[in-house]
């Protein structure tokens, strides 16, 4: 039974057990976390700076990863043997994630085989994906990227093969392709993983450079172009910045686009006085009302858009994973088994050494 988490004595026993703990304990905090966690967080970050802060601690025996799934998998592929990554509520999962089992993406796999182009196809997969996907990646000559770091992931896998099968959002894959490398949407297909041959042609296979996987993230996936025309209507002058999870007329209509870390960095640079309408998830949009008081900071829609599953890490799962390692306890640790963190590093290690 956990206690409620507006209870004040909470952040005492959070403190006392972090306290405890010392240099054994290393909490890692993704953007999108809630404020009573985020304040307990060593390093926050965009996945990216997360995955290299993980790898980057060997000292620590214990890593809190306040995030989700895939996210703290990652960090147990990319940290020691002896080190434990532990998830504060396993039900913290990713729906985009879970677009993209192993099992459809070997058959797509076989649908581009039977096309005669898997030979000629580069599998690139966003850090939102299981570590069996990133594994697949590994195994056949593909990498992982993240919202930072995407087009120069797609300059790579160009260069090793004329085709990316880009798993598992869509959308990035397509504003990447289309917004920063010159592709058109003619040269994107939409693999559907519930079709058969994912609703494609094997003629409509060959002749595409990007095959995207029809995968997509449903707090992102909300924001329209209609967001942005109605937030430029109400507010003149209005700067808008999303996310490039969203879709890509909502990116097209944007004046700027980048991960949530960049979202961060285009705030502390904006003058005082501007205005931005943010189109990402809200625990984060209403953080950088709270960091740049200088600025108007609102959200990009008018409903409330929390990622639930970035939300169910609350300040009593914190308070009880922390209490557990300090009474030596590890409760709910992520491992990943080693055959797969063999193959998923090889794709990771790809990513990590991007120029
Ligand atoms: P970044 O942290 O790479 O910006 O990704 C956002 C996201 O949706 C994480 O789940
Ligand atoms: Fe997954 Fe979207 Fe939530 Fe990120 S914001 S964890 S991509 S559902």
Redesign the pocket.
């Known amino acids: 039974e956990l206690p409620p988490a507006s209870d004040p004595a909470l952040v005492a026993r959070a403190r006392k057990a972090k306290e405890a703990l010392g240099d054994r304990l290393f909490v890692l905090g993704h953007h ?1 976390q809630r404020d009573e966690v985020i304040q307990f967080a060593d390093v926050t970050g965009d996945s990216f700076k997360l995955a290299r802060e993980a790898a980057a601690r060997p000292e620590a025996e214990f890593i809190v990863f306040c995030g ?1 799934h895939f996210m703290a998998e990652s960090a147990d592929i990319l940290t020691s043997e002896r080190q434990k990554v532990i998830l504060p509520d396993l039900a913290a999962g ?4 879970d677009m993209a089992t192993f099992d459809q993406v070997e058959e797509a796999w076989e649908v581009l085989e039977d096309a005669g182009i898997a030979g000629v196809t580069v599998p690139v997969t966003y850090m ?1 994906s299981s570590a069996d996907i990133k594994a697949f990646c590994g195994r056949h000559g593909g990498a992982v990227c993240t919202s930072s770091n995407a087009k120069r992931a797609l300059d790579w896998a160009f260069e090793q093969g004329e085709k990316v099968l880009f798993l598992p ?1 869509q959308h990035l894959g397509r504003n990447t392709a289309v917004l920063e490398m010159g592709l058109s949407l003619d040269d994107c297909v939409v693999y559907n993983p519930h079709r058969p041959n994912g609703g494609l042609t094997d003629e409509q296979l060959r002749n595409a450079k990007m095959i995207l996987w029809r995968g997509h ?4 996936g909300r924001f329209t172009a209609e967001n942005v025309d109605d937030v430029r209507a109400r507010v003149p002058g209005v700067n808008v910045l999303v996310h490039p ?1 969203c879709r890509h007329e909502v990116v097209t209509k944007a004046d700027y686009v980048g991960s949530t870390e960049y979202i961060i960095k285009q705030l502390e640079a904006a003058p005082a006085g501007s205005t931005w309408a943010v189109g990402t ?1 809200l625990n984060l949009v209403r953080r950088l009302g709270t960091m740049f008081p200088d600025k108007t900071v609102m959200f990009l829609e008018k409903t409330v858009c929390y ?4 939300n169910r890490i609350d300040l009593p799962h914190l308070v009880r994973s922390l209490e557990s390692l300090a009474a030596g306890q590890v409760v709910n640790q992520i491992t990943v088994d080693p055959e797969t963190t063999h193959w998923a590093k090889v794709a990771l290690d790809r990513m990590l050494a991007l120029p």
């Open positions: 999108y989700v990713c729906s985009m994630a939102n959002d993230c449903s707090v992102h999870e998830e990622c639930s599953t970035m």
